[in-house]
């Protein structure tokens, strides 16, 4: 490579970190301005101009969130509700997509176009249905009336995105443990779901991700405070005259630990599965 050449490629290299930190700090500033707002005084949290970093920075909020909140029984309340619909949902994919991508029946184009029909509605606009199927079914203030409503609505994604990799998976290796005796659930265990691992991987997460965030349906479905998630529990923190900014914030950042985490375990299988039967060889 010439002088010129390499300095053109070098110039290109800048470029390119330039517009990637660029971007990155703009998606991270929203999370660096409530995390820093945490460590604030409340009369500099809206002072104007805003500032980026605390003046007299104090940790005193997060102590005093332990106390004076129900931060605890919110988060355990959130993993009660997400692994919940994980698992409701895995049990519901997983046996439609498996179906799906072994058979050829008739309806199975329509059946899969129905299926992420649902994806395209808010769930806002069929609460009240919502609403009144839970109420008849008994499920009001349980933990099965958000459970429910947060499977049907991640189970598209998840049918459509496990469909694609088991379609991926060579049909041969099936055929071979059936000649040796294995049954069809044996095959599914044992052989299939194994190899789909990044795409299950990728469906946890994502189904996780979603239930954890969920207002709508605890704000409808649940009144007992004993069974509100952190989404719900920081919207009882807003007050009718006053509203503590400073601890709101701080139960949102303590909220978002236990997912942060959960990504910087499984961001290798999070990526894979995402990707996935993105490039046709």
């Known amino acids: 490579m010439t002088m010129a050449g390499h300095d053109r490629s070098s110039l290109r290299k800048v470029r390119l970190y330039g517009v990637l930190i660029g971007l990155l700090g703009l998606m991270m500033l929203p999370f660096y301005a409530m995390f820093s707002s945490t460590l604030k005084p409340e009369s500099e949290i809206f002072a104007a101009p805003a500032t980026l970093v605390p003046s007299d920075p104090s940790i005193q909020a997060y102590l005093q969130v332990w106390t004076q909140t129900d931060v605890l029984l919110w988060v355990g309340n959130s993993f009660i509700i997400s692994v919940g619909t994980v698992v409701l949902t895995l049990l519901l994919a997983i046996p439609a997509a498996y179906s799906c991508a072994r058979n050829d029946f008739v309806g199975k184009r329509t059946f899969l176009l129905a299926v992420l029909v649902v994806q395209m509605f808010a769930p806002v606009v069929l609460i009240v249905g919502l609403f009144d199927v839970i109420t008849q079914l008994g499920l009001f203030n349980t933990y099965l009336a958000v459970i429910v409503p947060a499977a049907a609505f991640t189970l598209p994604f998840n049918v459509w995105m496990l469909y694609g990799y088991f379609k991926t998976i060579p049909v041969a290796l099936e055929e071979s443990a059936r000649i040796d ?8 265990t044992k052989i299939v779901l194994p190899l789909t691992k990044p795409a299950l991987v990728a469906s946890v997460t994502y189904t996780f991700l979603y ?8 704000l409808t479905f649940l009144t007992d405070s004993a069974k509100y998630n952190i989404p719900r529990g920081v919207f009882s923190m807003v007050g009718a005259l006053q509203t503590d900014w400073r601890m709101m914030l701080t139960v949102s950042v303590i909220g978002i630990i236990p997912l942060l985490i959960l990504f910087a375990f499984l961001e290798e299988y999070i990526v894979a599965g995402m990707t996935a039967g993105a490039v046709k060889e």
């Open 211 to 218: 239930a954890w965030n969920r207002l709508l349906f605890v």
């Open 181 to 188: 005796g294995a049954s069809q659930l044996q095959i599914l």
